[in-house]
């Protein structure tokens, strides 16, 4: 597949280990917030999502968290797998917008 | 359903060709819209549309243009390619009123401009 990103910033996690990866979002206004997987040769996938009037919100094995204080969006991936390798977008929109804004993106990679 | 499909899966193209990237959707959502993403970048947005017959700019607008006269079909169509297009183009759709959270994305072109 092709190269997402040739410069991304990488976490490399032990297989079974917890992995963070954390996203800084820029606008104030935007009040809905998604996490995407990438892998490679694919289309992003969503992953969860969390509203601005909430700070937690849980999946399965995936936990997001949301600091509008700080502007800031961790993903929590509980019991990290070799299949949890891919990149990592978050993305931010305001209430009555489809635009989504994507983050540059973090590649997880997991070591057996 | 089959989802978001796009084709080609990968194109080169000759500075100042043109050429129309395909997108099509079975799963009769309002939303439709087309990302560009480059090498250490995440996705940017460069048209959108809400519904048929209505399109709009997004970050990226600039050298292509979209229609949407079926709710299926959203293409893409770059006039006079230039080296700078060249990226991994996705399509991607949503329900639309109060379904934000469900973002379909095509597995991507990619397109390489000489």
């Known amino acids: 597949g092709e190269s997402v990103g040739l410069h991304l910033p990488t976490l490399s996690v032990q297989e079974g280990d917890n992995s963070i990866i954390n996203c800084a979002y820029s606008?104030?206004?935007?009040?809905?917030f998604i996490w995407y997987k990438q892998e490679s040769g694919k289309g992003p996938q969503f992953i969860i999502d969390i509203r601005s009037n909430m700070d937690k919100r849980q999946g399965q094995r995936v936990t997001v968290l949301l600091n509008k204080t700080v502007k800031h969006l961790s993903l929590q991936i509980a019991a990290t797998q070799p299949g949890d390798s891919a990149v990592y977008f978050c993305?931010?929109?305001?209430?009555?917008?489809?635009?989504?804004?994507f983050g540059s993106g973090t590649r997880l990679l997991v070591r057996p | 359903n089959a989802g978001v499909t796009q084709t080609p899966k990968f194109q080169v193209l000759k500075t100042g060709q043109s050429m129309t990237l395909q997108c099509a959707q079975d799963?009769?959502?309002?939303?439709m819209s087309w990302y560009r993403q480059d090498p250490g970048m995440g996705l940017r947005l460069i048209h959108y549309s809400v519904g048929a017959g209505i399109t709009d700019q997004g970050e990226v607008p600039n050298g292509y243009n979209v229609s949407r006269s079926t709710t299926e079909d959203f293409p893409l169509r770059l006039l006079s390619a230039a080296p700078s297009q060249t990226s991994v183009y996705f399509c991607a759709s949503t329900p639309g009123q109060g379904n934000r959270e469900t973002q379909y994305f095509g597995p991507g072109t990619r397109l390489l401009v000489l």
């Open positions: 799963m009769n959502h309002e939303y």
């Open positions: 993305a931010e929109t305001e209430d009555s917008s489809y635009k989504l804004i």
């Open positions: 606008n104030s206004a935007s009040d809905y």
